[in-house]
């Protein structure tokens, strides 16, 4: 499988992105009366139904990361709205407080189109996936994982990564990759502090 092509968006256009997340967040705490974006206001880049995921970190440690895959509605929309999942409604930490503002980070990741990974062998995913470090989807009956590009930071090694991924997902992490579907895709990211000096 050839190396797939990333969305290109614009760091103008992530930046806007980013700016609609901070606006989503700022809302909760009464700092913006705004409570959805126009999208009439945006340009029919950011109007598309594309995948995303917002991921929060405070003092460089995860506070939240909500995405989806596919989506059905704007992209600006799908971005106010997993701000806010990712901020007060994931289930891993607690909902995000004022007093963690002035160390929060936001990111925007923006999501290519799935891709199938076709190979031969468990031991040809993983050179595959150590030659591309891209974002997987792994599928298996009723469970389904995904992680982003940038858990290679910290996953380094191909095995790790799917071992982690397969527990993520709820499937049994001896189960090879030849028996369940595997998807590649890539993102364009861009991060930045929520408190804008």
């Not at 995405?67 to 106010?80: A, K, N, R």
């Not at 499937?171 to 804008?196: A, G, S, W």
């Amino acid at each position: 499988m050839s190396v797939m092509s990333s969305v290109k968006y614009s760091q103008c256009e992530l930046s806007q992105l980013l700016s609609v997340a901070r606006m989503a967040i700022a809302s909760h705490f009464g700092e913006n009366a705004a409570l959805l974006p126009n999208v009439a206001d945006y340009d029919e880049h950011l109007r598309a139904p594309v995948g995303c995921f917002v991921t929060l970190e405070v003092s460089g440690q995860l506070q939240g990361c909500i995405g989806t895959i596919h989506s059905q509605q704007p992209l600006v929309q799908e971005v106010h709205q997993k701000a806010l999942s990712a901020a007060f409604h994931d289930r891993r930490f607690p909902p995000l407080t004022a007093a963690q503002l002035p160390e929060l980070t936001l990111e925007v990741s923006v999501l290519s189109r799935p891709v199938r990974l076709t190979t031969g062998t468990e031991l040809d995913c993983l050179n595959h996936l150590d030659r591309h470090r891209p974002g997987v989807i792994l599928s298996h009956e009723q469970h389904c994982g995904v992680f982003l590009p940038q858990v290679w930071d910290k996953l380094k090694e191909p095995r790790e990564f799917i071992t982690a991924l397969k527990r993520k997902a709820g499937i049994d992490p001896n189960l090879p990759t030849t028996d369940m579907r595997v998807e590649l895709f890539t993102v364009d990211k861009h991060k930045e502090p929520y408190c804008q000096s």
